[in-house]
């Protein structure tokens, strides 16, 4: 879906995207498929790295959403 202005369909769509929506999609990927280091030692702990990274963006579009469409 080509949309016109970003914000908008982030408006719209945001709202479905619970931290429980995140976390059940974070789950669906393959231990095999999620690297751990120092910090993140274990497959949940890069999910759970990953949920809240995309948490903080719901959470604070305008820091990443393009400028000229906000």
């Given at each position: 879906m080509l949309v016109a202005v970003p914000s908008a369909a982030h408006d719209e769509l945001a709202s479905r995207l619970t931290p429980s929506v995140l976390a059940a999609v974070a789950d669906l990927v393959p231990d095999?498929?999620?690297?751990?280091?120092?910090?993140?030692?274990?497959?949940?702990?890069?999910r759970d790295a990953y949920v809240d990274l995309l948490s903080a963006r719901l959470a604070d579009t305008g820091a990443w959403l393009p400028l000229a469409c906000s």
């Open positions: 095999e498929w999620l690297e751990t280091t120092q910090w993140l030692q274990s497959p949940a702990d890069a």
